[in-house]
């Protein structure tokens, strides 16, 4: 390529009109290798903004999808506590249930809970001592 540029060639205008118009298609070739470079720039111009812009639209899903795992992980975190305490609810109320069938703790029950006394019997009720 850089031998043709440096190239003579042999051809010589005849009168001036010829010199320009040689001219003119010398310059018309400079010109078509602008145009060509700069479009060879604008399409590399094109390539970059397009890899950056695939670039951001993945940063963004990325991001989205880290907001998104964490939120539901510490709502899995927070279900997971409640399931716990709940499940500990229910052992302590089927617990309460089987005491329940025993006459001795429903009669204690329904004396501290319910203040309930047995016939014949006498409840004092003292003062709280706030000292």
Same mark, same amino acid.
């Given at each position: 390529?850089?031998?043709?540029?440096?190239?003579?060639?042999?051809?010589?205008?005849?009168?001036?009109?010829?010199?320009?118009?040689?001219?003119?298609?010398?310059?018309?070739?400079?010109?078509? #290798?602008?145009?060509?470079?700069?479009?060879?720039?604008?399409?590399?111009?094109?390539?970059?903004?397009?890899?950056?812009?695939?670039?951001?639209?993945?940063?963004?899903?990325?991001?989205?999808?880290?907001?998104?795992?964490?939120?539901?992980?510490?709502?899995?975190?927070?279900?997971?506590?409640?399931?716990?305490?709940?499940?500990?609810?229910?052992?302590?109320?089927?617990?309460?249930?089987?005491?329940?069938?025993?006459?001795?703790?429903?009669? #204690?029950?329904?004396?501290?809970?319910?203040?309930?006394?047995?016939?014949?019997?006498?409840?004092?009720?003292?003062?709280?001592?706030?000292?």
């Amino acid at each position: 390529m850089a031998q043709q540029s440096k190239r003579q060639v042999n051809i010589h205008p005849l009168n001036p009109e010829g010199a320009r118009e040689l001219q003119f298609q010398s310059n018309l070739g400079q010109a078509q #290798k602008t145009r060509d470079t700069n479009m060879h720039l604008l399409r590399r111009r094109f390539g970059w903004v397009l890899v950056l812009l695939v670039v951001i639209v993945g940063v963004v899903s990325v991001t989205n999808g880290m907001r998104d795992y964490t939120t539901i992980s510490a709502q899995v975190t927070s279900a997971d506590k409640t399931l716990d305490s709940t499940k500990a609810e229910g052992k302590k109320l089927k617990q309460q249930k089987s005491d329940l069938n025993n006459k001795d703790y429903l009669q #204690k029950y329904v004396r501290e809970k319910l203040m309930y006394t047995k016939s014949g019997e006498l409840v004092f009720s003292l003062p709280n001592d706030n000292s």
